[in-house]
Nanobody
Framework: QVRAVESGGGLVQPGGSLRLSCVAS????????MGWYRQAPGKERELVAT???????EYADSLKGRFTISGDNAKNTVYLQMNSLKPEDTAVYYC???????????????WGQGTQVTVSA
């Protein structure tokens, strides 16, 4: 049983910043990758950024330079620093954690419930 819980969303004006956090917990043998995804009204869920336990990162091209993903392996935590926010960044932001379950050695992919980010004047 692996869970991911996001926090840090809220209302911010265009140009502002937010930092999201996500903590993975449960029977984790290996946490290999965590990532952020978002779903805006009327749109499909899309990749924001991912990070591996080795520190490799990937970003959506449109977000490079504004968003930064980072992680703390010891705390099973990933962060998303969002700067220069735009109205089009408004979405529910979801955390995903992938790895291996300690008790079964099977793979897992766990999603958080999401945290709302609203960028509006």
């Amino acid at each position: 049983q692996v869970r991911a819980v996001e926090s840090g969303g809220g209302l911010v004006q265009p140009g502002g910043s937010l930092r999201l956090s996500c903590v993975a917990s449960g029977s984790i043998f290996s946490l290999n990758k965590m990532g952020w995804y978002r779903q805006a009204p009327g749109k499909e869920r899309e990749l924001v950024a991912t990070i591996t336990d080795a520190g490799s990162t990937e970003y959506a091209d449109s977000l490079k330079g504004r968003f930064t993903i980072s992680g703390d392996n010891a705390k099973n935590t990933v962060y998303l620093q969002m700067n220069s926010l735009k109205p089009e960044d408004t979405a529910v932001y979801y955390c995903n954690a992938r790895g291996i379950i300690r008790t079964t050695l099977g793979n897992f992919s766990s999603w958080g419930q999401g945290t709302q980010v609203t960028v509006s004047a």
